[in-house]
């Protein structure tokens, strides 16, 4: 008598039970590769973006879960549906729906680049920038939170060195001029049309400033802003297409907006503790220093008596 081969396949996870009873924090899967349409300046861009999803194992008895139920959820989520924060909401839900038995909270971790068109500061022409963003977003049977970070790059002036350029300057003219007790504006003027009498110069470095904001729903962020805001308040921030009127106008706020990287982490945190909503915040800024191959470097968070 022959036996007959079961056609069905085994699904070990259902059918077995763990050789050790314990619930599980967060399973799923890292590092996924899915498009997302983003949004931006009222145009939609397909964009690569890197995702982690997981779901916890609430009841020990569960073994595992069906990992491509989570990979096919997420992937026809996003590949339907605009990426904001409203959609990273309901994906968490889907997420929870694969599973609705053994899970009660969902996180989703995800990776992209910003693309922004970003005007001159003078020449009226249009370049492209990109903004690495991280965005985490996870959800209980209580709430649903969302932590999200990113980097702005931007020109700082060391306002010592300035101060010391300045002094260089001023003795090289007290040195050209021993006796004159007057001068006139044009001679003035061409004094310091000479390259040979700007004797030195302030220096300055790219740097950045890595941003993380957390929050709970219902507030809703618009990372554009925050983006937008961060820039504006540093003033310096790097340019994508740049003619010679541009960079004359991007000179003259280096040297308005002289910064240690103190002064630039302060003006920070003094914008982002003034947001109510930010259920914390932290601020890490790297000044890439052409002085010497070592960087200076300051972080801050959020503190309740600030």
């Not at 008598?1 to 924090?25: F, G, H, Q």
């Not at 049977?141 to 002094?167: K, M, V």
């Not at 000044?287 to 200076?296: K, Y």
């Amino acid at each position: 008598m022959s036996t007959k081969i079961n056609s069905k396949l085994p699904d070990i996870t259902t059918e077995s039970s763990p050789s050790i009873l314990r619930t599980i924090d967060k399973v799923g899967m890292s590092n996924i590769t899915c498009p997302i349409l983003l949004k931006t300046q009222n145009q939609i861009h397909v964009i690569p973006a890197n995702l982690s999803i997981f779901i916890n194992i609430k009841d020990p008895e569960v073994k595992g879960i069906h990992m491509s139920r989570l990979y096919i959820s997420t992937i026809n989520h996003f590949e339907k549906h605009p990426f904001n924060q409203l959609s990273i909401g309901n994906c968490l839900k889907k997420l929870l729906e694969t599973h609705p038995n053994s899970s009660d909270k969902a996180y989703l971790d995800i990776n992209y680049n910003y693309l922004l068109k970003q005007s001159s500061l003078k020449s009226n022409l249009e370049g492209y920038r990109t903004y690495p963003i991280s965005h985490k977003a996870e959800t209980t049977p209580h709430t649903t939170t969302h932590t999200i970070a990113f980097t702005i790059t931007y020109s700082s002036t060391c306002p010592c060195s300035a101060a010391l350029s300045r002094q260089a300057i001023q003795e090289k003219f007290d040195k050209d001029h021993p006796y004159e007790k007057s001068f006139s504006k044009e001679s003035i003027l061409e004094w310091l049309s000479q390259e040979s009498n700007i004797i030195a110069t302030p220096h300055a470095q790219r740097s950045y400033a890595k941003i993380s904001i957390s929050f709970s729903e219902p507030y809703i962020c618009h990372i554009l802003d925050f983006i937008k805001k961060a820039e504006s308040i540093i003033q310096t921030n790097v340019q994508s297409i740049v003619k010679r009127e541009d960079e004359k106008l991007f000179a003259i706020n280096n040297a308005k907006h002289l910064m240690f990287c103190e002064d630039a982490i302060r003006k920070l945190d003094d914008w982002l503790n003034s947001i109510e909503a930010l259920t914390d915040y932290s601020i890490t800024v790297n000044h890439h220093e052409s002085l010497h191959p070592h960087n200076a470097t300051a972080s801050t968070k959020k503190q309740s008596n600030k």
